[in-house]
């Protein structure tokens, strides 16, 4: 299906003018022949008029059907019949055939993103669509949905998800995708639902990518597929998956008119079932990335110690007392709390 964009004069007014002279006219021309009638007596003329007026006050009103008031980023898809005749992009003020019908099949979806709030002003997802159509569909009577497509970009704030990554660790994760209708007879004719469609792709294009990294860098995975491990993750390459994840939305979803313009990681974290053990995991790393500086250290200024006693000749030492040193110096250096030494004052020997 590919969509035809309709060229029509912006001619709502004048018919809008027209209409009502015509209705102002029926109801005059019935007036006068009701009037005629009961005054010169029945008559095919007056009786003519009569009709005529009566049927145009009856009927007048399926050609104001026709008026279609359009702003701007929205547009109007026509069908007649069952055929689709075109789409109407441009803002104004058009006529079109009063048989024709709108098509939108996600107006009544509310999903969590800019653009569906419900009446009582909070936003619903996915799962609230099959409630929301029930009551739409008893309250049609009542209520006119608005047929019109947004052509705006809009933000999908799907909710969190719980997923493993490559390593088997359970992470939360959720995104949030700019995304707009570009052609807008795909969006309406391709698929049962663009909006409800676009979010399932959302999230099975969210765990295809996901799996694919471990939550913080670890050694022999291979993000890429190119065989060679790599340091990725979703921590630290979150521009990189955001951008994997757009691709592999827009992918799926370009059967259906839509456009993913970004995709963006808005809540990253370990689910809460290990999210302690994975924090005491990073504590204890980060210690012991502390002591092997501590240490190296350590050492470096035992042995320029060892090396400035034994050039200056201070004290000559034997390797026993080379090692006591050594020791002592360490405990000092590498411990947490401040030494509190022990004055030798007789000989060292």
Avoid at 189 to 196: G, Q, R, S, W
Avoid at 246 to 266: M, P
Wanted: with cysteine; proline share 2%.
């Amino acid at each position: 299906m590919e969509e035809k964009v309709l060229k029509k004069n912006k001619n709502g007014m004048a018919m809008l003018m027209l209409f009502i002279v015509l209705y102002a006219a029926a109801v005059a021309a019935g007036v006068v022949g009701a009037v005629m009638t009961e005054s010169k007596g029945a008559s095919a003329p007056w009786i003519a008029l009569i009709v005529i007026g009566s049927v145009y006050a009856v009927t007048g009103w399926v050609f104001f059907l026709g008026l279609k008031v359009l702003k701007p980023q929205e547009a109007l898809v026509l069908t007649l019949f069952g055929k689709y005749v075109g789409t109407i992009k441009e803002a104004g003020f058009y006529y079109v055939n009063p048989f024709c019908t709108a098509v939108n099949p996600a107006a009544t979806t509310r999903l969590n993103q800019s653009g569906d709030v419900a009446g009582e002003g909070k936003k619903l997802d996915i799962a609230s669509v099959a409630g929301i159509a029930m009551a739409g569909a008893a309250n049609a009577s009542s209520q006119t949905v608005n047929k019109k497509v947004s052509l705006k970009i809009m933000t999908l704030n799907n909710s969190r998800q719980k997923i493993n990554d490559c390593l088997g660790n359970p992470v939360e994760i959720g995104i949030a995708v700019m995304w707009k209708v570009t052609d807008t007879a795909k969006a309406v004719f391709n698929v049962d639902n663009y909006k409800e469609y676009l979010s399932l792709q959302c999230d099975s294009a969210l765990r295809n990518i996901v799996r694919m990294y471990p939550y913080d860098v670890a050694e022999n995975v291979d993000t890429t597929g190119d065989g060679i491990a790599d340091e990725g993750s979703l921590r630290g390459s979150s521009e990189v998956v955001a951008e994997r994840i757009r691709k592999e939305i827009q992918s799926k979803v370009t059967d259906a008119g839509l456009e993913i313009i970004e995709a963006r990681i808005t809540y990253l974290a370990y689910a809460p079932e290990i999210a302690a053990v994975m924090l005491q995991r990073q504590q204890a790393s980060a210690i012991i990335d502390a002591r092997k500086m501590i240490v190296d250290g350590a050492v470096g200024m035992v042995e320029m110690a060892l090396d400035r006693l034994s050039e200056k000749q201070v004290v000559d030492l034997d390797e026993e007392r080379k090692a006591a040193m050594v020791s002592n110096l360490l405990v000092v250096l590498c411990g947490n709390k401040d030494a509190q030494p022990i004055v030798n004052s007789g000989s060292l020997y």
